[in-house]
Antibody, heavy 117, light 109 residues
Framework: QVQLQQWGAGLLKPSETLSLTCAVY????????WTWIRQSPGKGLEWIGE???????NYNPSLKSRVTISLDTSKNQFSLNLNSVTAADTAVYYC???????????WGQGTQVTVSS | QSALTQPPSASGSPGQSVTISCTGT?????????VSWYRQHPGKAPKLLIYEVTKRPSGVPDRFSGSKSGNTASLTISGLQAEDEADYYCSSFAGSNNVFGPGTKVTVL
């Protein structure tokens, strides 16, 4: 059974960089798209972007200028970096794996990230 | 503000059916057969119920069904159970993006 475990800093100041990592256990890392999604009370669920195990990426156009998703296949991990954060980036961030286009079948436990001065 | 539109709430008694709509545009829901639905209980990650408009992942009961007409997709929950009290979200492929609805809170009376 595929399990995703994520970690990273939960409290940031404006202008800092959000960094989260997600480890994949119990399944193949190759052949799939690995995804980051966030959820906030104000904006609901928001797709951030995804990376294929080959390294190909797709990003939400509204976040593309600030987002980088990368992977480390040797560790079965992938990461999210979001720079120049503001209070609007406060949300629960989930790592996930899509099963088909626009369908997320596996989710991490979520990480609350708060941006506050 | 979400790209897709859902009613904020819906309700039904145990055993009844509830249908939730999800309205988008020809650039998302209407343009692709890549609509999915999720159920989310408080404090938990969303769970995939329907993908590609009508398909159910293994383990999801057949009382959950999906459909689409034009720019509007729908999720029907038949035989409502107490555990179905949750938030429900639709999602659609939108070309270079994936978009979500704001969620519908389903209450089991």
């Amino acid at each position: 059974q595929v399990q995703l475990q994520q970690w990273g800093a939960g409290l940031l100041k404006p202008s800092e960089t959000l960094s989260l990592t997600c480890a994949v256990y119990g399944g193949s890392f190759g052949g799939y798209y690995w995804t980051w999604i966030r959820q906030s009370p104000g904006k609901g669920l928001e797709w951030i972007g995804e990376i294929h195990h080959t390294g190909s990426t797709n990003y939400n156009p509204s976040l593309k200028s600030r987002v980088t998703i990368s992977l480390d296949t040797s560790k079965n991990q992938f990461s999210l970096n979001l720079n120049s954060v503001t209070a609007a980036d406060t949300a629960v961030y989930y790592c996930a794996r899509r099963v088909v286009v626009a369908a997320i079948g596996y989710w991490g436990q979520g990480t609350q990230v708060t941006v506050s001065s | 503000q979400s790209a897709l539109t859902q009613p904020p709430s819906a309700s039904g008694s145990p055993g009844q059916s509830v249908t939730i709509s999800c309205t988008g545009t020809s650039s998302d829901v209407g343009g692709y057969n890549f609509v999915s639905w999720y159920r989310q209980h408080p404090g938990k990650a969303p769970k995939l119920l329907i993908y590609e408009v009508t398909k159910r992942p293994s383990g999801v009961p057949d009382r959950f069904s999906g459909s689409k007409s034009g720019n509007t997709a729908s999720l029907t929950i038949s035989g409502l159970q107490a555990e179905d009290e949750a938030d429900y979200y639709c999602s659609s492929f939108a070309g270079s993006n994936n978009v979500f609805g704001p969620g519908t809170k389903v209450t089991v009376l």
